[in-house]
């Protein structure tokens, strides 16, 4: 299973991106999906969060900026940033609890994360 980050790049600030996460392989299922940030000496973060049932979390300081949802399709997690600012540049990571084959008949699920994509955002 890979989970395939795209979107990051350099905006200046009050700009828009938008990231995209999508995960391939022999994928049963997914449940969570969402996304981190770490920037440079910090911890990474929870930014976003979204179920299989398509309810959302939002860090406090992403929202009523920040839209995540989901393709089920496409296996696919997009973030849309808004009204970016400075304090939001950062690597994003995208997170996945995908739920694979094991051995024999048996299932299990466990978190994935993506490569990660720097978003800087300047002032």
């Known amino acids: 299973v890979q989970l395939q980050a795209s979107g990051g790049g350099l905006v200046q600030a009050g700009g828009s991106l938008r990231l995209s996460c999508a995960a391939s392989g022999s994928i049963l299922s997914i449940n969570d999906m969402g996304w981190f940030r770490q920037a440079p000496g910090k911890e990474r973060d929870l930014v976003a969060a979204i179920t299989s049932g398509g309810t959302t979390n939002y860090a406090d300081s992403v929202k009523g900026r920040f839209t995540i949802s989901r393709d089920y399709a496409k296996n696919t997690v997009y973030l849309q940033m808004n009204s970016l600012k400075p304090e939001d540049t950062a690597v994003y990571y995208c997170?996945?609890?995908?739920?694979?084959?094991?051995?024999?008949?048996?299932?299990?699920?466990?978190?994935?994360w993506g490569q990660g994509t720097l978003v800087t955002v300047s002032s």
């Open positions: 997170n996945a609890d995908v739920r694979v084959r094991g051995r024999g008949w048996s299932t299990y699920s466990s978190y994935r």
